[in-house]
């Protein structure tokens, strides 16, 4: 996946159009510096679209030893943030990463780059759990991959319905972990308490 550089320049025209095209005097200075600002913010929150998510996971694994395999891995409360493509509101939650180790073992550095990566791009919460399950199982080729996104929107707080407190969750399941029992399990552990 190639994408061009973020256009800045760009960003900060659109910025001033939309400003005024809300009725807001450009001219005034409190916003002399927003352009730049929302410029700098684009930049970073669609950081991801230059990035090969399979590839920081190939990158980070190692070969198995018999002691390592098929037991499941899990890399709990990932904090993430992403931007909704239907309004440009943020979203913000924690994932989950589980997977069963096949021939190679995933450092666990990676998983957080890889929920980073891909949720640093335009999306949806759905999409994003796709792109993520895909993502470690192209890098690592293990035998299952769960991810579990629990997130608030902007979209459902901020406007619309205006529900403040809700919360959406999705999964997204790949080979072993697509089996039910295995996947409630996982699921299980996932939110099992800390002692």
């Known amino acids: 996946m190639t994408h061009p550089p973020i256009d800045r320049p760009r960003i900060e025209a659109a910025v001033l159009e939309l400003l005024a095209a809300i009725g807001e005097d450009v001219g005034r200075p409190g916003l002399e510096s927003t352009p730049r600002r929302v410029a700098d913010a684009y930049a970073e929150f669609f950081s991801g679209l230059t990035v090969d998510a399979a590839d920081l996971v190939a990158q980070a694994t190692v070969p ?8 499941v891995v899990i890399v709990r409360d990932i904090s993430f943030r992403s931007v909704c493509e239907h309004h440009l ?24 780059r890889v929920v980073d990566a891909v949720a640093s791009r335009p999306q ?72």
């Open 124 to 195: 949806l919460q759905e999409r994003l759990g796709e792109e993520i399950a895909d993502a470690v199982q192209a890098g690592a080729r293990p035998d299952g991959v769960l991810v579990v996104l629990d997130a608030s929107h902007g979209c459902v707080t901020t406007r619309g319905p205006r529900q403040t407190a809700s919360t959406t969750v999705t999964l997204a399941s790949r080979g072993v972990l697509s089996e039910p029992a295995a996947r409630a399990e996982a699921v299980a552990l996932i939110g099992a308490s800390r002692a």
């Open 64 to 71: 198995a030893e018999s002691h390592q395999l098929g037991e």
């Open 89 to 112: 509101l943020p979203f913000v939650g924690v994932a989950h990463v589980a997977y069963v180790p096949g021939e190679t073992i995933v450092g666990l550095g990676a998983l957080p």
